[in-house]
């Protein structure tokens, strides 16, 4: 017989969770079904995000970037090391480590929160009387509500399919054993980027290959070109507009026969090929076509702008739906569903959603970038403000960068903010703020700012907007 739940979750990554633990503050009967597998089989709750995407690549990411300032960067402290080295095995083991301790505590959270949690792939059987019914493994569970949050899959090339091995996507670009001397990517978007940086600073020689003739189209244009300096000089080769040919899986190493921008073919030989070319929702197993839930040519599942499928009493969330493929894209959408369960008006503002790329200099933005605000016409003011004229920015050594304030002509309120430099993933929550309660650059230019901090460049790109900075 089946256990019936007032609302059941199929997914247990940010969207997933969060759903189930909000679903059950809210007083649901809930569960949460994940397939997720630690390396003794049991359960490793998080999905993409904690197992092989955000939380491990920061963890490299902050383990690389000390390496980095030990060998480039100590000696303008006066710190002297000599033999510097780097532990592979180590440094993987400690994400590993970071890994399980969010896994750990989403299972805790689930205890605290009464969520009953099932380990296996979950699967639509039926529409029932009263709701679906829905399998894992022998198990039967019937949801009055499903949320389903599955996620995405990284998306392969044609005739190229992952080995893990020599040709990797980001599952095994966080894997790599020891340092290759030799690393391509193929796509400069978020994934590539942090995962070329990473194995840059260890000693990689890194070239990235991307179709699009512009560095990181969808960011501000003054801020990807910022953005694009510093990577080409620490050393990243980054090639626009190529067009990748045939790939070829040789036995010591891969080889890419590509075509440049000027027209010229050339032949990329590395040890290991990192696609990163975007990813697909995952309905993989869901078994969707046995309740009639209904996909978009992607292979999304379509929904409304309340996260509702086609189905009644069926939602879905995060990177199986439009929008974002973003993490706290889906845990907005999470617990915005679960209140809509509880008749209540849970609330997703997509224009207030931030964007970061975590490589050094760190990239952020929310809102309109310029090149969209003079597609549409719309009259605005901007305002930049750079690193190398905040103090506290002196003092870390790190002063690549800027914040650009775009703000309505007019009214002056608040477009876009964007962000290249130190500590920018931090520094755009209030840009975030501001946003959401519509202020306007001058209202930040008049709120206090701590001195020194690097929040004092957000204060005085706002009043460059108004072109009155004080320090610059």
């Not at 305002?383 to 009214?411: E, I, Y």
Request: charged fraction near 25%; glycine fraction near 12%; include cysteine.
């Amino acid at each position: 017989m089946a256990k019936t739940f007032d609302v059941v979750v199929i997914g247990g990554g940010p969207g997933g969770y969060i759903a189930a633990i909000r679903a059950a503050q809210l007083g649901f009967n809930t569960a949460c079904i994940d397939e997720w597998k630690n390396d003794k089989g049991g359960p490793a709750l998080g999905g993409t995000c904690t197992n092989i995407g955000c939380i491990p690549s920061k963890a490299l990411l902050q383990s690389s970037e000390h390496f980095e300032h030990a060998g480039h960067s100590f000696a303008d402290h006066g710190i002297g090391l000599t033999n510097l080295s780097i532990d592979v095995k180590k440094m993987l083991g400690r994400k590993d480590t970071v890994v399980k301790q969010n896994n750990d505590g989403i299972l805790y959270l689930f205890k605290k929160n009464k969520v009953t949690f099932f380990h296996g792939r979950g699967s639509f059987v039926a529409a029932v009387d009263g709701g679906y019914e829905i399998a894992v493994g022998e198990e039967r569970l019937l949801g009055k509500q499903v949320i389903v949050a599955t996620g995405s899959s990284p998306r392969a090339l044609a005739d190229t399919p992952f080995d893990e091995e020599k040709i990797l996507s980001n599952d095994g670009a966080l894997r790599i054993p020891a340092v290759p001397k030799k690393l391509g990517l193929i796509g400069a978007g978020v994934i590539g980027l942090e995962m070329g940086s990473v194995w840059r600073r260890l000693g990689a020689e890194v070239t990235v290959l991307e179709g699009l003739p512009t560095f990181l189209g969808a960011v501000d244009e003054q801020i990807a070109k910022e953005a694009h300096k510093a990577f080409v000089k620490q050393g990243l080769k980054i090639e626009l507009g190529v067009k990748v040919g045939e790939i070829k899986n040789l036995k010591k190493g891969v080889t890419v026969a590509y075509t440049d921008a000027k027209g010229a073919e050339q032949l990329l030989e590395v040890d290991k090929l990192i696609v990163s070319i975007g990813r697909v929702p995952n309905t993989t197993g869901l078994n969707g076509e046995a309740v009639g839930l209904k996909l978009d040519e992607r292979g999304a599942i379509v929904v409304d702008e309340d996260c509702r499928t086609n189905l009644k009493g069926v939602w879905a969330v995060g990177d199986v739906v439009r929008g974002p493929m973003l993490a706290h894209k889906a845990e907005e959408e999470g617990v915005a569903v679960a209140e809509r369960i509880a008749g209540q008006h849970g609330h997703v503002n997509f224009n207030t959603v931030p964007w970061v790329i975590y490589t050094s200099p760190e990239i952020a933005w929310v809102g309109q970038n310029e090149q969209q605000l003079k597609a549409a016409g719309r009259a605005y003011k901007a305002g930049t403000f750079p690193f190398m004229a905040n103090g506290r920015a002196r003092a870390l050594g790190d002063t690549t960068g800027m914040v650009k304030f775009l703000a309505d002509a007019v009214s002056d309120e608040i477009l876009g903010v964007h962000i290249v430099g130190p500590m920018a993933s931090e520094l755009i929550a209030e840009a975030v703020v501001a946003m959401e309660f519509k202020a306007s650059a001058e209202d930040i230019a008049r709120i206090c700012h701590a001195h020194p901090s690097l929040s004092e460049a957000t204060k005085e790109a706002a009043l460059a907007v108004d072109k009155r900075t004080l320090n610059f």
